[in-house]
């Protein structure tokens, strides 16, 4: 739960059920609703102690309406609804991704124009074209089965390497050889990626399922021939093919698209590797790379109380009450209308 004053971020309240999930390998929707139900309250007076304001001295109110788990979109919608109601203020339902974009105001101010997203993270792989945080981001390349950070935790859990998988394997990969094993690289074909002139249907996409299955196919092999598996030499190549592939599709958009800056954001933004290598690309195409604090990649309150006092400042009109969530919401879908 964040707390900001314009850019100026007063508090960012976390409360992670990420331990309830490491048992199970992976997110339960229903333990994930539950905890936002019983953390809501104690979360909210924590940060408001925090940032040493009271409720009557907030503005306005904004909450993640999409995309998103149903079950915890729910309970932090009718929470927000509840709150406003009581309170009196006006309520924001937002874009969850375009929040990611809306937290670079927070760590630089006004955001640059010409200005792209790349949003790596366990539900979501896209690039966005940001003309205007408040009315106008449109979607140019997503994630057509896994994500980055799905196939991540997959992978780990097929080395033996536990959930999340993120970062166990980004530690790990810097222990093996990254050139150990070609993985594929998906939709980068030809056939799929055209030209500027004439791109193929997912020349801006991203596939990791097949990704995923090569790796489970490798693991088969040295387990058939009795072999020990190699696990940090699979975990770097799986690794380096991941982030091939999205730092060079998320460049080629800047370039095709006139967009001169890119902001790195979601919780794989976290990756040692992907933030290395897409330093390395960007700077050789002349793109301004801007990657928020770590504390501030992964879902987070500030991101969204961002986003909301953008819209605020842009005078766009609150959403009010009669709303319900959309698990699915597009990008150019910021804020709901009234």
Excluded: W
Aim: hydrophobic fraction near 45%; aromatic fraction near 4%; charge should be negative.
């Amino acid at each position: 739960m964040g707390i900001v004053r314009g850019t100026d971020l007063l508090v960012n309240a976390v409360a992670s059920s990420m331990e309830e999930h490491v048992r199970f390998g992976g997110v339960i929707p229903e333990i994930a609703s539950r905890a936002h139900l019983n953390e809501f309250v104690p979360t909210l007076e924590s940060a408001l102690t925090t940032a040493g304001v009271t409720l009557d001295e907030i503005d306005a109110i904004a909450v993640t309406s999409g995309p998103g788990l149903s079950g915890a979109l729910m309970v932090g919608v009718a929470a927000a609804k509840a709150l406003a109601m009581a309170s009196g203020k006006p309520l924001y339902a937002i874009n969850h991704l375009v929040a990611h974009v809306g937290v670079a105001v927070l760590d630089g101010g006004k955001l640059p124009e010409n200005l792209g997203a790349l949003l790596v993270s366990g539900g979501h792989t896209e690039i966005l074209q940001v003309n205007s945080l408040s009315d106008d981001v449109r979607l140019l390349g997503a994630t057509i089965d896994d994500a980055a950070g799905e196939a991540y935790d997959k992978v780990a859990r097929l080395l033996g390497l536990g959930y999340p998988g993120g970062p166990v394997i980004d530690k790990i990969a810097r222990e093996g050889d990254p050139k150990a094993i070609r993985f594929p690289r998906g939709l980068t074909l030809p056939k799929f990626v055209g030209s500027a002139e004439n791109p193929g249907k997912h020349r801006h996409d991203f596939s990791f399922s097949g990704l995923k299955t090569a790796v489970a196919r490798c693991v088969e092999q040295y387990q058939l021939r009795g072999e020990e598996v190699p696990v940090a030499d699979i975990a770097a190549s799986f690794q380096e093919a991941v982030v091939d592939v999205i730092t060079s599709k998320a460049v080629r958009a800047c370039q095709e698209h006139g967009l001169t800056d890119l902001l790195l954001g979601g919780g794989v933004a976290a990756n040692t590797r992907l933030r290395e290598l897409l330093a390395a690309r960007c700077a050789s195409a002349g793109i301004t790379l801007r990657v928020p604090p770590r504390s501030l990649c992964t879902d987070n309150g500030a991101m969204v109380a961002a986003l909301g006092a953008q819209l605020v400042s842009a005078g766009v009109k609150p959403t009010g009450l009669k709303f319900s969530t959309d698990s699915g919401q597009p990008v150019s879908l910021i804020s709901l209308v009234a």
